[in-house]
């Protein structure tokens, strides 16, 4: 294979290569990818070639390569930045993986009790829920429930959230002034379970989070991600 000044260097169309053969379920999780000698034969280059593509896969952990073994699809721990709030979208895009999501409810609710507390609001005012499941190369990672500030966001509902994430509308229209936020390891309802593909017995990493905007409570978020799978970053 050759290249020319213009064209995309050859390890990286390996490189490309290899993650699309990943991500539309060709090689999963724990699967052994073809030897470096045979992908060098597959591109017609050299195997050092080959060699820095796999090494930059392996360390972006993509990849796990086992000496006098081979290399392997490594067993991926998404993960989520707590200080900087980011759409789970830009997350996943930034690993060069795809995104979409499945909505499983949108709709107007009057306040409970607990919620008007919550947002610190009077009984029966109108708040918005939405349930989301959040997929990144087709393995949900994220169960995202919540509830919205009406005031804050009035054109919730009518948003396309397979186009864009709440977070994404939300940063827009209501400027992040304050969040509280805290993690718990806990064992996943039937329902969670079943949106994340795991078992009830498998531990699920659930953030709460609350954000506040113009003064107001903006939004009140749970976000369950599977135990196994998913780890959160952070740095001051």
């Not at 006098?68 to 980011?86: F, R």
């Not at 009406?150 to 992040?176: C, K």
Request: glycine share 4%; aromatic share 8%.
């Amino acid at each position: 294979m050759t290249e020319s000044k213009s064209a995309k260097p050859v390890f990286q169309v390996i490189k490309d290569f290899l993650l699309d053969e990943i991500q539309r379920g060709a090689w999963k999780e724990g699967d052994a990818i073809p030897s470096e000698i045979a992908l060098a034969q597959k591109f017609n280059v050299s195997r050092m070639t080959v060699n820095r593509a796999v090494r930059e896969l392996t360390s972006e952990q993509i990849l796990h390569r086992i000496q006098g073994s081979g290399t392997y699809v490594a067993q991926q721990k998404y993960q989520a930045t707590l200080v900087e709030i980011k759409s789970i979208a830009a997350e996943i895009r930034s690993r060069s993986h795809r995104h979409h999501s499945v909505l499983h409810q949108l709709i107007r609710v009057d306040a409970n009790e607990k919620l008007a507390e919550q947002f610190a609001v009077k009984l029966g005012y109108p708040l918005f829920h939405s349930l989301i499941v959040h997929f990144e190369n087709e393995q949900a990672i994220q169960v995202e429930d919540r509830w919205v500030n009406s005031q804050l966001a009035p054109d919730y509902l009518s948003q396309n959230f397979s186009e864009i994430t709440p977070n994404e509308y939300l940063v827009a229209v209501a400027p992040l002034q304050g969040v509280d936020y805290r993690i718990e390891a806990v064992l996943p309802p039937k329902a969670i379970a079943e949106m994340l593909q795991i078992s009830s017995k498998d531990a699920c990493l659930v953030l709460h989070r609350k954000t506040r905007s113009q003064n107001q409570i903006a939004t009140i978020v749970t976000m369950w991600h599977p135990g196994h799978r998913y780890q959160f970053t952070g740095s001051f």
